[in-house]
């Protein structure tokens, strides 16, 4: 089970087993959050729940065994690429894969000689962890972090995982991954659960087969889907919900008010659309700009460029950005973004600066960027072509436990140089970290390397942004739709400077957390050019 990752949204019933590989699961067995900071993307396990996590040693306290630590070899770069199986051809972007016979002790020496150089709390891995207790690299990299757990008793480091290398090219460069082009939001991962479409992907299975936004799951390949438990429904719920490969048929019950019906869907490669929605809305005092924004990667930056381009020919004076399934990526998506909201009054300030461990030297900041990096994408843009902006001094953002990592960036940098950011919705999930993604014999590691903090030196927003309004999210309504809840506490604001009432805000009882891999709650480094 840990030679290749498995989807975040899988159910399984814990074991000792699970638990050794929570790098590999995200949100199978409870394993620590995984990739969902907040409510985003955690979950509890089908079955029996596992015991509080004890609390754990000072990590700096050598063992108590006889038994000598490895060597942290400083040399570690001398053993990149040095694989057990080494690839062979050319990579996403047609370069020659790097690697050389080697061994699985290569690898790990790898593994702990780079965390140990640029890990942010290094100095917290546990002493003792031994390689020859591990038989493959996914389990020994799940060790190879701090294991303290903060005051409230989560654990300190959420966020530490892997994907073949695969798999994070097609994601970030593409936007592609195989399934029904489908995303749920769920109250839990135990029975009884609730789990209601969210996303549904213009062209995609799902959407063809006439699934919308709100439709409830009540059953996969005729199994009791709210109400099921044990391991034989649990393993074929998840084969129905999140196919391995493309051309897998299944059957999925679904509610829509008083209507049921089934749907038979083939996964195929989905190519989802970074930007979706955009519009602009008239008011009494202005147009304004609407998009909603799911994923800073590659493909985004065309599709951000063209928004802004249609808002400016439009005359647009205000903007509701709609980020509320947006769990982050590239930074530098999130510093074009920004730069196009604010403008030139933002051009070369700080957007974010890396704050890294003490072996690290500085970076310099990522700025406002006022040209196009110009991303390895299809429909890719120039790089050093000038961005189109609207110079806003405020903007509305959507928010929901959900927003994550570089779209909190986003509010923090505006913030840091002084664009009002008004946020309607939930708390955010809280993610100030992020990675610099690192590719060794085709498994690609993500490790926390530094803290992000504004142009003001502000990242203390480990328990997420605060919203302006608290709003509960509306999957009874289109997003764009001025009508649905959240888009319309946001124009009502806008107005009135005045938060709807609880009673027009339709506060939900039951919090609902998406379910998306880690890799959609990140925030990614630029690697130097």
Not at 49 to 71: E, F, I, K, L, Y
């Amino acid at each position: 089970m840990s030679s290749r990752y498995a989807h975040p949204g899988r159910l399984a019933v814990f074991s000792h087993v699970a638990a050794s590989v929570c790098a590999a699961l995200v949100l199978l067995s409870g394993c620590g959050g995984g990739g969902g900071g907040s409510s985003a993307s955690t979950g509890a396990p089908v079955g029996n729940t596992p015991a509080p996590p004890s609390v754990p040693t000072d990590p700096t306290t050598p063992p108590t065994t006889a038994t000598p630590a490895d060597p942290i070899p400083t040399d570690f770069m001398n053993y990149q690429n040095l694989c057990a199986k080494p690839r062979t051809g050319v990579d996403a972007q047609g370069y020659a894969f790097p690697d050389r016979q080697g061994t699985l002790q290569d690898e790990m020496k790898f593994l702990r000689g780079w965390s140990d150089r640029y890990y942010l709390w290094y100095d917290e891995i546990p002493t003792t962890i031994r390689m020859a207790d591990y038989t493959n690299t996914l389990d020994y990299f799940a060790a190879l972090k701090t294991p303290a757990l903060t005051a409230a008793g989560k654990p300190k480091d959420r966020f530490h995982f892997t994907y073949t290398t695969a798999e994070w090219d097609a994601l970030s460069r593409a936007g592609e991954e195989v399934g029904y082009g489908l995303t749920w939001s769920r109250n839990s991962a135990t029975a009884p659960r609730t789990w209601l479409a969210s996303i549904v992907e213009p062209g995609s299975p799902a959407a063809n087969a006439g699934i919308k936004r709100g439709d409830m799951l009540t059953a996969v390949d005729g199994i009791d889907f709210v109400n099921a438990t044990g391991s034989t429904n649990v393993d074929a719920i998840n084969a129905g919900l999140f196919p391995d490969n493309a051309g897998e048929s299944h059957r999925l019950s679904i509610q829509r008010g008083t209507t049921k019906f089934d749907v038979t869907l083939v996964s195929q490669v989905v190519a989802s659309d970074s930007v979706k929605n955009t519009k602009v809305i008239d008011t009494p005092t202005g147009k304004v700009g609407y998009l909603s924004f799911e994923n800073h990667n590659a493909v985004a930056e065309k599709q951000l460029i063209d928004a802004f381009n249609l808002f400016k020919s439009q005359g647009v004076n205000d903007l509701v950005l709609d980020m509320r399934y947006n769990g982050g990526g590239l930074l530098y998506i999130a510093s074009e973004l920004a730069y196009m909201i604010a403008g030139p009054s933002s051009a070369g300030k700080t957007f974010e600066r890396a704050v890294y461990n003490n072996k690290t030297a500085p970076d310099a900041p990522i700025p406002f960027r006022n040209t196009a990096y110009g991303f390895s994408a299809p429909n890719p843009v120039t790089a050093g072509m000038a961005l189109p902006y609207l110079g806003l001094r405020r903007v509305t953002v959507l928010t929901t436990a959900g927003t994550c990592s570089a779209s909190e960036a986003v509010i923090n940098g505006l913030r840091g140089v002084d664009v009002e950011v008004d946020i309607i919705g939930s708390q955010t999930c809280g993610k100030p970290y992020g990675f610099t993604p690192v590719d060794n014999c085709g498994t690609t590691y993500f490790s926390i390397e530094f803290q992000g903090v504004n142009a003001k030196g502000f990242g203390d927003f480990a328990d997420g942004f605060a919203p302006t309004c608290t709003v509960a999210d509306d999957l009874a309504h289109t997003l764009g739709d001025p009508a649905e809840n959240v888009l319309a506490a946001a124009l009502a604001y806008r107005a009135t400077n005045a938060c709807p009432s609880s009673g027009t805000a339709r506060a939900s009882a039951v919090q609902m957390e998406l379910v998306r891999p880690k890799l959609k709650e990140i925030s990614i480094y630029p690697q130097k050019r």
